[in-house]
């Protein structure tokens, strides 16, 4: 797929504590042709990180929209 398909998929957030059913749902959702970012808690995607994946992704970084 190219970068500018992948670019217009739609985004799923999974926020799930348990490793292996976050893993998995991400699985099945990319397999579905999504696009998927993953936080272990809502604390943790929450957190302003700029190192975050979530940073470079749709978002331009949480606290942008979190303003």
Not at 2 to 27: F, G, M
Not at 49 to 65: G, M, V
Request: a negative charge.
């Amino acid at each position: 797929m190219s970068s500018a398909n992948a670019a217009k998929r739609p985004v799923v957030l999974i926020v799930e504590d348990d490793l292996l059913i976050r893993l998995h749902a991400a699985q099945i959702i990319e397999e579905a042709e999504f696009d998927v970012i993953e936080a272990s808690s809502a604390d943790r995607f929450l957190k302003p990180d700029r190192t975050s994946p979530f940073c470079s992704r749709t978002f331009k970084c949480r606290a942008a929209w979190m303003a």
